[in-house]
């Protein structure tokens, strides 16, 4: 297993409805953007057949009391959780509505990424007030593997990638 495992909610349809669905994209770290969006685009048009299992279905009618406890299980067996469920969590609220916006999420992660709205904000830019298209981010780190500073430096690279748009001139299929 990759340390860039991660795992990724993608929204399907099982037995009707349409639900988050947990799918973990392996050695994410060492493959194109372009493969990444393929992956995901195919996992989320999968079609096939797969009913509920019957714990999936429990799981989604237990009080949040007994959910929060469950959540709890990937802190005693870490190594268990890595291997079932990746190194990361990525999840994108954002793809559901329109106009900017944020969110914090629980996790169970070292480090997860929130991809919010994208809203348009006013910014100067050489000395002119200009708008402009932002995208809304949450990076929510566990703070008893990861020290403030190190985190805080990482998001400002991570930002800084981002809007030079680092990688994205790769979109060739692999």
């Known amino acids: 297993m990759s340390v860039g ?8 349809e099982v037995d009707g409805e349409r639900i988050g669905v947990p799918h973990v994209i392996r050695a994410a770290n060492q493959r194109t953007v372009r493969s990444i969006h393929d992956e995901i685009r195919r996992v989320q048009a999968d079609t096939a057949d797969r009913p509920e299992t019957e714990i999936a279905r429990l ?3 237990l009080p949040g009391f ?3 406890q469950i959540w709890r299980l990937p802190q ?6 890595k291997d079932l469920a990746g190194t990361v969590a990525v999840t994108s609220v954002g793809m559901y509505g329109t106009g900017n916006g944020w969110a914090i999420s629980p996790t169970n992660y070292t480090l997860q990424l929130t991809v919010g709205g994208i809203g348009t904000k006013p910014r100067l830019i050489d000395g002119e007030l200009q708008s402009r298209e932002f995208l809304s981010l949450t ?12 985190a805080t430096r990482f998001v400002q690279c991570f930002g800084e990638y981002m809007e030079a748009g680092t990688g994205l001139g790769a979109m060739s299929a692999e």
């Open 5 to 12: 495992d991660s795992n990724n909610l993608v929204e399907r």
């Open 59 to 61: 799981a989604r009618r």
């Open 66 to 68: 007994v959910r929060r």
């Open 76 to 81: 005693w067996f870490p190594s268990r959780w």
């Open 139 to 150: 990076v929510t780190f566990d703070h008893d593997v990861v020290d403030g500073a190190p």
